[in-house]
Nanobody, 120 residues
């Protein structure tokens, strides 16, 4: 079994900041990458940011320069620092973990999601 726990969502005013965390645990041999995706009402799920074990990152165009993804490999934990938040950042944010299981197969696992609301 794999567990993914997301935290840090909430309500913030435009221009404010939030920091999301995602911790993975369970039957994981190693993690390939971790990423944040978001889905707003009526829209498709989209990539926010992704980071690999060696620290390579990529960001969605709408968040470049405002969001920063980081990772603590020893803790299998990923963070997303979100600054200069805009109302259009409002969405449910999901953590996705791509990992190698003990049987050597590559799998992925999604968290339950955490709500981020940007509103005055």
């Amino acid at each position: 079994q794999v567990q993914v726990v997301e935290s840090g969502g909430g309500l913030v005013q435009p221009g404010g900041s939030l920091k999301l965390s995602c911790a993975a645990s369970g039957r994981i041999f190693s993690i390939n990458s971790m990423g944040w995706y978001r889905q707003a009402p009526g829209k498709e799920r989209e990539l926010v940011a992704r980071i690999t074990t060696v620290g390579n990152t990529n960001y969605g165009d709408s968040v470049k320069g405002r969001f920063t993804i980081s990772r603590d490999n020893a803790k299998n934990t990923m963070y997303l620092q979100m600054n200069s938040l805009k109302p259009e950042d409002t969405a449910v944010y999901y953590c996705k973990v791509v990992y190698i299981a003990f049987g050597a197969e590559i799998k992925d696992y999604w968290g339950q999601g955490t709500q981020v609301t940007v509103s005055s």
